[in-house]
């Protein structure tokens, strides 16, 4: 039997005619290196019906935005200035803990863009200063634009729980230098992003709580439109990307009233959605209500009993660390569905319905999309657990699942797998990660072109021989970001995961970054010098493989999905 985990898909085939990324040594960075040529002339061209105005940067001369003057820092790739730590709302501490993102604090003299900000409060060791004072964002830019370039905006995963705009993987100079403006933003996390809370309900004007990081999400967006044009992007041609958490942020901000307008494309990178459909209050099925979760965490925090007022002061003025504090004996773990969920809610205002229902129905912004998975998604997922024989697996199924589909996933994973452990990692690829892409495909696909992909390469680094194409390990070769172990005169970003990288991961990393800015640039990912990328389509079911060949496949885990759809069905029939 086929090893899945290596990433291998049995009905891959070559595209007749166009060569394998890996055919040829010299090829493969060719396909990179032409694809930027013709990129930059593409995006000219492009840009040229935004109107034409050239834009020179340097990290001598300050750029005027909402709230003052930033001044940047030449980037780690040469002809690129990056500005990072850019205000784009209010701090939200104090009494705008737990409310919408306020409009910028402006600031005297001019603010120094080399070094990003503090990220948002997510505990453990991260390294790096930690504040709610966290809504700051990212730039890098050409130093030299001739006409208004597409705008790549960057919402990075995490689980909703970590992360930020700044980590290093995420250094847009690469992107930038090969046609495009990139914005990383950090949004609010955890119970300081997601907390909702009947009281915040009664004070907000929209009757909602608790989705205040997609919020941040908007109020970035709403910055790039009223300033990216300062740094040589155009506010008409807004691509939002993310992965993980920040693929299922796209999937959720498609929905959201508040983001008419104020982007154009959309790439969905291992789409994360666990939670996202829980109302604010009443039936849930199998997750707690969002405002009930809240007067638990409140209850923590010494609130539970007070009045309504009282107890959000109460709430708003308790330390960081102890509101962490009191959501820490509620963890679980969303692999057994139990404890708190950090997630977007169904609020009525920015999420206004059932997400799927929405997606069915046709509700969601019609623009054209990228979307995709790793070749496993849930190796890096189930490393916590141990699935050392078949009474382990069932126990775990059977206490996780629904009666009447456990026994359909014991089947399916039990008889398609070698180990438990693979079918575990599998099952949870399919589950969480398989099945959202394929729905975004599938109902995207009714109102605007979608293409999708699958990343097949097993990197060169101590997880990938170990976890093979795992989750998040595409991230690098995005953003052009993979660091040589042996060449440590090349390593811009300390923090890069390291790897014996070859030049096939240097070519397929130019390639991916190819397609991605072609897409930002045209709403298509396809042009010229690239194997051609066939548009998902239900019918034809097909997609990109990317992997040590670049190749056409079909019906990609179609039969994992379809579980995924029935347990769907059936948690949103128990309401």
């Not at 020179?56 to 200035?81: H, I, K, R, W």
């Not at 009494?95 to 306020?102: G, I, S």
């Not at 729980?161 to 847009?172: A, C, F, L, Q």
């Not at 690469?174 to 403006?181: D, H, K, P, Q």
Request: with cysteine; hydrophobic share 45%.
């Amino acid at each position: 039997m086929r090893n899945r985990i290596e990433g291998e898909d049995r009905r891959s085939a070559m595209v007749p005619g166009v060569p394998a990324v890996a055919r040829s040594r010299r090829s493969v960075p060719a396909l990179g290196w032409l694809a930027a040529g013709l990129l930059a002339a593409a995006a000219a061209s492009a840009g040229a019906q935004g109107g034409s105005s050239s834009v020179t940067l340097s990290a001598d001369t300050p750029v005027a935005v909402t709230g003052g003057l930033v001044q940047g820092a030449e980037a780690a790739v040469a002809g690129v200035v990056a500005f990072k730590g850019i205000p784009f709302a209010a701090p939200p501490v104090g009494d705008l803990r737990w409310r919408p993102p306020a409009a910028v604090v402006p600031w005297d003299g001019v603010r120094d863009g080399g070094e990003a900000g503090a990220i948002c409060v997510q505990g453990g060791g991260q390294g790096v200063d930690q504040s709610e004072d966290c809504l700051f964002l990212n730039v890098w830019a050409p130093a030299e634009t001739a006409e208004p370039l597409p705008v790549l905006y960057w919402i990075h995963g995490g689980g909703y729980t970590g992360g930020s705009g700044s980590t290093s993987i995420y250094d847009g100079a690469r992107l930038a230098s090969e046609g495009a403006v990139v914005v990383t933003i950090n949004y609010r996390l955890n119970v300081f992003g997601f907390l909702a809370h009947p009281a915040l309900s009664t004070e907000s004007p929209h009757g909602a709580s608790g989705n205040y990081g997609l919020l941040d999400m908007v109020a970035g967006l709403e910055w790039v439109r009223d300033n990216i044009a300062s740094f040589g992007g155009d506010p008409g041609r807004v691509t939002i990307f993310g992965e993980s958490a920040g693929g299922g942020a796209v999937m959720s901000v498609m929905l959201m009233p508040q983001a008419e307008g104020l982007f154009h494309r959309a790439i969905a990178q291992s789409n994360w959605i666990h939670g996202w459909d829980r109302p604010l209050a009443g039936d849930a099925a199998d997750l707690t209500p969002a405002e009930a979760q809240g007067t638990a965490v409140a209850a923590a925090l010494g609130a539970g009993d007070l009045d309504a007022e009282s107890a959000l002061a109460a709430m708003r003025a308790a330390s960081a660390p102890d509101v962490l504090a009191a959501i820490g004996a509620g963890a679980g773990s969303p692999f057994l569905r139990t404890g708190h969920v950090w997630a977007p809610n169904v609020d009525g205002w920015a999420i206004p319905d059932d997400p799927l229902a929405m997606y069915a129905e046709g509700r969601q912004h019609p623009v054209p999309l990228v979307v995709g998975m790793n070749g496993n998604e849930g190796s890096l997922m189930t490393r916590g657990f141990s699935m050392e024989g078949a009474d382990a697996f069932t126990a775990h199924v059977e206490s996780v699942y629904p009666d009447d589909l456990a026994a359909e996933l014991l089947a399916h994973y039990d008889d398609t797998y070698e180990t438990m452990q693979e079918g575990f990692d599998y099952l949870v690829h399919d589950l969480y990660f398989a099945g959202p892409v394929r729905a975004h495909a599938r109902h995207q696909s009714a109102v605007a072109p979608v293409w999708m992909y699958h990343f097949t390469r097993v990197p060169p680094t101590p997880w990938g021989e170990t976890l093979g194409a795992h989750h998040a390990a595409e991230l690098v070769y995005v953003f052009g970001t993979l660091t040589r172990t042996d060449e440590p005169g090349e390593r811009p970003l300390g923090l890069s995961p390291l790897g014996d990288f070859t030049e096939v991961d240097i070519g397929l990393s130019e390639t991916m970054r190819a397609y991605w800015l072609r897409f930002a640039a045209g709403g298509d990912p396809n042009r010229p010098g690239l194997p051609a990328w066939p548009a998902w389509e239900p019918a034809s079911d097909r997609h990109l493989e990317l992997g040590v060949e670049v190749s056409a496949g079909d019906g990609l885990h179609v039969d994992g999905a379809a579980l995924w759809d029935r347990f769907q069905a059936q948690r949103r029939g128990e309401r």
